[in-house]
């Protein structure tokens, strides 16, 4: 251990070295999509599937992440995520083709799925609840390097180097953390962790996977079709009997018990459109500026990386303001920043300002910060430290199907307008036309991307600053306080 340095510090520090690299690897391949679309001659419903296995390949095993960790131990099952992680992203450095790049990515989502749910929960039980935002805003400063450094990086490989360095860059970050955690982390496990629920993992998992190849299939093809109907009834039947197997189990993979917690399923909820605008936004931003504003991949990310900007420069301040102003006013805030940046680019045309998508894009980084620190501090107010391992599960299993169908639902969608949008064409039209057609496609899925940020506002409008008490630092009485605080513990239908 380092001399000097509190232990949640160290926990921290290692917390950092997977979460950055996860952030990287998401944001250097937004950039890099068009690009390998050229590279391999495929199209965005295949180009999706890069982006998408790897949510899916999360989502699926985030469930056991809680589990796993409390079986095995948090410090080996961190060091596990982390080695299969940086053994894949040196296989995705190698691949020959778009399947086996696929391939590898799904690979990548498994170590990534275990990597944030229990690098969270080290965290939180490192910190104390009253500095959880402090914690979250600290961290944050870091891990906002990553998308800020992620699109150019990504960007000026692809243009001057080689796509595949976006990928090999990642294994010496992999390696470093992985030879810092098992130097200062001490190991934590659960004396009894329970039987692993095959029922639950096998359910839930292929839901999820059933629901995406629908929406993909939806869009290459007819929505009536049984390529597309059946996929998508087998989902939801699925789903259906994930819930009932979890309710009815004593030691579930996902506690859904645990949403009757008012605040923790309220923060759930809003993580839904909260991930899903974002990372439906992250997609198709690139796609537009390189295959209709004709920047190359550097350019592109010299533009979105002002999202991270936004983020970065928002940080620091957003623990100080969730102290004094709680999470209701920080999520409407945040929620109607993010919906007033979707807004702002459904105007962007051929001639405009790139600063149509700069601006934009900034105060979308604004808005996810004053919702993500507002979101990590508040949702686990109410939880019992013993049940933080599988609440963390919970909470990022939901952020990483939300990403997943943002991502699976803006590719179907803008694949299907683009489809429809040019069928109507006559062949012999000009080229400015189709551009005029394919640019509507996109103000198309911009505005479902809009929608969804719509409604993640109204869903803040239902949280109670009250129940988050016990994670801020009340400027009321205490005796006043330490009522709401108390109040605040008791789990609400």
Known sequence: ???????????????????FMEVLDMTVLNTALPALGR??????????????????????????SGWVADRFGSKRTFLFALAVFTAASLWAGVAGSLTELVAARIVQGVGGGLLTPVGTAMLFRAFPPEERAQASAILSIPTGIAPALGPVLGGWLVDNVDWRWIFLMKVPIGVAGIVFTAAVIREERTEHPGRFDVVGFLAGGGALALLLVGLDQGAVGEWRSASVFLPLIGGVLLAALFVIAELRISEPMIDLRLLRIRLFRTGNLLMLPASGALMGTLFLTPLLLQSLLGLDATGSGLVTMFQALGMTATMPFAGWLYQRLGPRLMLTTGFIAIAASVAALLPVGMDSSLWGVRVPMLTMGVGMALTVIALQAATFAQVDPAAMTRASSVFATTRQVAAAVGVALVASILTLRTEQRLGGLAPAVTEAVRQDAMLSAF???????????????????????????????????????????????????
């Open 1 to 19: 251990m380092l001399r000097g340095v509190p232990y949640k510090w160290l926990v921290a520090i290692a917390f950092v070295f997977g979460l």
């Open 39 to 64: 590279q391999f001659g495929a199209g965005t419903e295949s180009l999706q599937w890069l982006v998408t296995g790897y949510l899916v390949s999360m989502a699926v095993f985030i469930p056991a």
């Open 443 to 493: 103000r198309d899925t911009f505005v479902v991307a809009l929608v969804v940020a719509v409604l993640g506002l109204l869903i803040a409008l239902r949280v109670r600053d009250a129940d988050a008490a016990a994670s801020m630092r009340s400027a009321k009485p205490a005796g006043e306080a330490a009522e709401i605080a108390a109040g605040a513990q008791q789990p609400q239908a």
